[in-house]
């Protein structure tokens, strides 16, 4: 069974940085992604890693503010996002491709529930 964790949301402040991580159980993924849904608003891709590489995309909006990360070793993959603001606040998901062809066709069969994270100023 394939099972993906998110943690490390919770609320914090104007300016802090958040660091996200998703648990990855039952898969060695191909690549993963993290998006986020903010209240009233479509769902938006912050961006994707590559498993085997390691090579991190990112939403243009979040260029120099985000990094993706993972862990082989443990099946872990984070997110980093600095100089937080209040329109970060939202649900972060963390998803993954169980193959190349759906990693770089962007088609994630596997999600996590998400996690809250409240940015407060």
């Known amino acids: 069974q394939v099972r993906l964790k998110e943690s490390g949301g919770g609320l914090l402040q104007v300016g802090d940085s958040l660091r996200l991580s998703c648990d990855v159980s039952?898969?060695?993924?191909?690549?993963m992604s993290w998006s986020r849904q903010a209240p009233g608003k479509e769902r938006e891709w912050v961006g994707t890693i590559h498993w085997t590489s390691g090579g991190a995309w990112y939403a243009d909006s979040m260029w120099g503010r985000v990094s993706i990360s993972r862990n082989t070793a443990n099946n872990t993959m984070s997110l980093r996002m600095d100089n937080l603001k209040p329109e970060d606040t939202a649900v972060y998901y963390c998803a993954a491709a169980s193959s190349q062809n759906n990693y770089f066709s962007r088609r994630y069969e596997h999600w996590g529930q998400g996690t809250q994270v409240i940015v407060s100023s």
């Open positions: 039952g898969i060695t993924p191909a690549g």
